[in-house]
């Protein structure tokens, strides 16, 4: 027995149970290991069958099976495709692989069983297939394609995945390149992120993909990729989200926001057409009517050369005049703020220039204006938006401000106009500028983005209010 006691020695501080049994199955050495798996004190243990390791339920069998192995010995390894299960002293059971190894000796033949608790590897195993379970619960049930592949081959897609490319059934798509479901434009990008996978914790954006259907029908797919296991191997899961009607849903909104910039160009155009329109009228028909008025009302003063006469009416005279003035005076402010003749003949210099002299002189407030000396050279319709904006922002000065001093900068500057309008009012507060109502505001926004321009408005509390037009301007024709 010293070759027994040699080869127990030799295991003694192995991690796995080592236990020595004889012909009829009679152990005859363990290793310290084996002692505290089983939680036998080794002197209880030899001596006895190794049956006393093995349920009471597995004896008989594992008794024939012992029989059969010393009919046919050879060495067999672990997981051998047997669900074995041991028994400590207490009589609790777990799970266990074995090895097996005859060992011939000149007292006789001995079985070296090798024995290993896998308790902690079958509980993750059983926490790995539930796992598993679950998630292909999950990816069955999920209305959204999903596909799973290995080196660029497709080894698993959901019934979405089906639907979403029309297919008969999984198997047309199964075990085909991913690459021959990309469209040709987006190869290149999807090929980089197959060489090249997110690494861990690293998010990236999906891709949005356009596409068509076998139908022919233009669909957009957002994907999005990560890296999973499958069965034990790394895999690629790539998730296609169906958003054709976001994507439609948001070009119908930038196109109905197109549409009604359009729409407010052209209802400004036309206000302003009707304007110059209505201010022509006034000036030709109104005006030279009050005019010629005017003159017959003169000449009708000198043919009335008797005194009485002149006295009785000369008052009655005095007063149309007066009234005829006024109504001239009015006349042309009305025509002034439809559309002022300076800004169509003079330009946006002089149009800017008597609107703010006009300004100071109704209000009382101190202007100064910084301009170019030469008119700035730039179209109707943008001269129009810059001198309505500016004319907006005196209203709101007179109206909100309460300001003593104005100061106006109008300047060309490579290609870009600017225009500063600062008060030294109150200042405007940030829940002023941003109001639902503020409509004088968003009309100066919205002439300036027509133009591709920007209108910003800051406000400091007592000490007042700056709003910058930045406007370009195209090169004069």
């Known amino acids: 027995m010293i070759l027994m006691d040699h080869i127990t020695s030799l295991c003694e501080f192995l991690p796995d149970a080592v236990v020595l049994t ?22 209880e243990m030899l001596g006895r069958e190794v049956e006393l390791l093995v349920p009471e ?8 099976h012992r029989s059969l192995y010393n009919r046919h010995r050879d060495v067999r390894s672990m997981g051998a495709g047997l669900k074995l299960m041991g028994r400590r002293k207490d009589g609790s059971r777990f799970p266990v692989d074995v090895s097996l190894s005859p060992v011939v000796t000149s007292a006789g033949t001995f079985i070296i069983s090798v024995i290993r608790d896998t308790t902690e590897r079958i509980t993750l195993e059983e926490a790995m297939r539930e796992s598993e379970e679950r998630y292909r619960s999950l990816v069955e049930l999920s209305p959204e394609a999903i596909v799973v592949h290995a080196m660029g081959r497709i080894i698993y897609v959901n019934d979405a995945t089906v639907r979403l490319f029309m297919a008969n059934s999984r198997e ?14 987006y190869l290149g990008a999807v090929r980089y ?4 996978p997110a690494a861990p914790g690293e998010e990236r954006a999906p891709m949005l993909i356009r596409s068509r259907r076998r139908d022919g029908e233009e669909f957009f797919l957002e994907a999005l990729a990560s890296v999973v296991t499958n069965s034990g191997a790394p895999a690629g899961q790539i998730i296609l989200r169906d958003i054709t009607d976001r994507v439609r849903t948001e070009q119908e909104l930038t196109s109905s ?7 407010s160009t052209y209802l400004q155009s036309a206000r302003e057409a009707e ?4 201010a022509r009228e006034l000036h030709d028909e109104l005006g030279g009517a009050l005019t010629a008025l005017k003159m017959d009302l003169a000449m009708f003063e000198d043919a009335l050369q008797a005194d009485d006469i002149r006295k009785a009416i000369a008052g009655r005279v005095d007063s149309m005049s007066a009234l005829i003035d006024g109504t001239v005076k009015t006349m042309r402010r009305i025509i002034t703020e439809l559309r002022p003749v300076l800004l169509d003949s003079l330009g946006l210099n002089a149009a800017i220039g008597w609107h703010t002299e006009e300004f100071q002189n109704r209000t009382g407030l101190v202007c100064d204006v910084r301009m170019p000396i030469e008119d700035i050279a730039i179209d109707r319709e943008r001269s129009t938006a810059v001198f309505r904006i500016c004319q907006e922002t005196l209203t709101n000065v007179a109206r909100h401000a309460g300001a003593t001093r104005v ?4 300047r060309v500057d490579r290609g870009t106009l600017f225009l500063t309008v ?5 200042g405007i507060s940030p829940e002023q500028e941003t109001h639902s109502k503020s409509f004088g505001l968003l009309g100066m926004r919205e002439r300036a983005l027509i133009f591709g321009g920007e209108v910003t408005v800051r406000g400091t509390p007592g000490q007042g209010t700056t709003v910058a037009l930045t406007l370009p301007i195209p090169d004069p024709p």
């Open 422 to 426: 600062r008060d030294n009012g109150r």
């Open 193 to 196: 992120r197959l060489e090249h």
């Open 22 to 43: 004889d012909g009829q199955g009679v152990i005859t050495g363990v290793n310290r290991r084996a002692g505290e798996l089983f939680r036998y004190d080794r002197q």
């Open 257 to 263: 926001r197109e549409q009604l910039r359009e729409l």
């Open 407 to 410: 100061d106006i900068d109008l």
């Open 172 to 185: 047309e798509i199964i075990g085909k390149a991913l690459l021959d479901f990309v469209p040709h434009e």
């Open 57 to 64: 339920y597995a004896r008989e069998a594992h008794r024939e």
């Open 275 to 278: 304007r110059t329109s209505i």
